[in-house]
């Protein structure tokens, strides 16, 4: 068996990792313009979590960081019977997920600071065992109340499209631009597809493991793969564009159009992506009866339902407790110490950390001349992909009007230049298209951003709060609201409260290295690695472990580092297994 999962199982396993991130984009924190107050989203977390009352001296898993992927794994944990704590540095927690409010004479305004695009998450639909975030949602037994939807917005130099699940059919959008060649040549790529998100749909992400236990969790899959072609299994390695090639698809609309997908799930273009991470969003798209969600709160109703998950089987959760130091003896991490704390809070079986690795590794949080110094150079020099700009607007708005509005918009300026360069594609959001919850009424709420294109460099040695800083947002955001004019023209008129986020935002609430986007590792030039480190008992989770950017990716980073905390957590697994729909 062991050898079996060696030459066979394992090298899918590992790259069905990749698919994880096909459920979400991300966008980052913002910072204010206005003077108004503000206020946590999700204010009942203060008064369940553990924001007062002191740790206890030991547990048996210590988590650093609620982000998502730290969520997820002490959601997991907590269920597995595990004592868990979790320590967070900001007032809230959900890291890119947690979201604010603001009071204005017109009443509140509710926006999200990160995810803003998911499907999978409605459990009013049959879940796929290929979506972690689903899977922890459900053996938590927590739900996300979703509206759903079937299409957004593509504002491209050809036009104004409207995308569906029938994008490539005969009437859709590619036969509107490129005519029945583009028609063929979509359908060929889709069928080229198939047997590719087959073999990312055999495995269960809750069947993996980092450690040798996954012979059994992974290994009672293995059926699953006997009609599967090991070649096409291969390919999942691969960079998508050789799929694209593969299938002969030469035409320029829908190259394009991939390359603008896959980076604004992966931060690189379809050179860059991994094709198991298209394979799975290629059928979330264009499943005849694919859906979106659209989370009834915002994305911070998927932090509140993990919170719940986490405290209602015993778990602890620390606001405002930043970890100083992860105590590392004899090769293994013994435990944290938590700022202005000289004790340490001993951690029995593991540490996970859900900080950045750039941030791990240089903000002095590990004495690094403990660890391997190959392993934390080749940790260092992870590629980061550049940060973002973004703006949130409340503005005056009917239901009428929203009526008339996309949920979602693409935005692309101009074909010939790459999606890579800075001020050529945004993507918006108007979540209350679906939500009249986030705004008063004959108001609404938006946010824009641009993916992975802001230079970091043109902000580091700017100060926040200066003349100079103010006006950089300003020039810096103008893209932002041209592009907004195009779907909204008066949206300046409308707007009664902006908010512009900046790189040096995104570094300052969500403590990112640069203020980065996420990782930007290319397919067939370097690989992400698992939660392990070279520390005994001290794992890794988050968008620095696993491909993608998207909420799954790093959902998925949690429940693999807490299946891998310790073997005895194999029992548990198995059971959970047992219960997926």
Known sequence: MVLLLSNYLLPTVVLLLSALSAHSFTTPSSSSTTTTTIRSRSSHL??????????????????????????????????????????ESHYAPGGAAHGYSIQRPEGQFKFDTGPSFFSGLNSNYPAKSS?????????????????????FGLIFPEGEFVHSSKFGDCGGVIDQVSGNQGVDQWKKLMESMEPLAQAVAAMPT??????????????????????????????LTKPFKSIIDGANVNDGFITNWLDVLCFCLSGVPSDGTITAEMAMMMGEFYDEDAIMDCPVGGASAIVDAL????????GSIFLKSHVDEIVIQDGKAMGVRVKNSDATIEAKKGVISNISVWDLMNSGIVDTSLLPEKF????????????????????????????????????????????????????????????????????????????????????????????????LKEERSAFLWSVLEKVIP????????????????????????????????????????????????????????????????????????????????????????????
């Open 46 to 87: 203060f008064t369940t979590a553990n924001e007062q009352q002191k740790p206890n001296s030991a547990y048996d898993v210590l988590i650093i960081g609620s982000g998502i992927g730290g969520l997820s794994a002490a959601a997991i944990l907590s269920k597995y019977g595990y004592s868990v704590a979790l320590f």
């Open 490 to 581: 008066d949206i300046r008129e409308r707007s009664v409260h902006h908010q512009v986020g900046t790189p040096l935002t995104h570094q300052r609430f969500l403590n990112r290295h640069r203020g980065t986007y996420g990782p930007a590792i290319y397919a067939g030039e370097a690989s992400f690695p698992f939660p392990n480190t070279p520390v005994k008992n001290l794992l890794m989770c988050g968008d620095s472990c696993f491909p993608g950017i998207g909420v799954p990716a790093v959902a998925g980073s949690g429940l693999i580092a807490a299946n891998s905390v310790s073997l005895d957590s194999i029992g548990k697994q198995l059971e959970l297994l047992g219960t997926l729909k």
């Open 131 to 151: 979506n972690p975030l689903r899977t922890i949602l459900d053996v938590i037994d927590e739900k996300v109340e979703c509206i759903p939807y079937e299409t």
């Open 307 to 314: 919170v719940r998950g986490i405290e209602k089987n015993g």
């Open 376 to 471: 934390v150079n080749e940790r260092k020099e992870t590629p980061a992909s550049p940060s973002f700009m973004h703006l949130h607007v409340g503005f005056k708005c009917s239901r009428e009007e929203l009526e008339q509005l996309q949920a979602h918009y693409i935005y692309m300026d101009d074909w010939n230049r790459s999606v890579t360069e800075e001020e050529n594609c945004a993507l918006i959001s108007i979540p209350s298209v679906h939500d009249d919850s986030l705004a008063p009424e004959n108001h609404a709420v938006l946010h824009i951003y641009t993916p992975a294109t802001e230079r970091y460099e043109r902000w580091e040695n700017v100060k926040r709060n200066s003349p100079e800083y103010k006006q």
């Open 206 to 235: 809750a069947a993996i493991r980092a450690d040798p236990g996954v012979a059994v969790t992974a290994g009672m899959f293995l059926p699953n793969f006997a009609k599967l072609n090991p070649l096409e299994n291969l390919k």
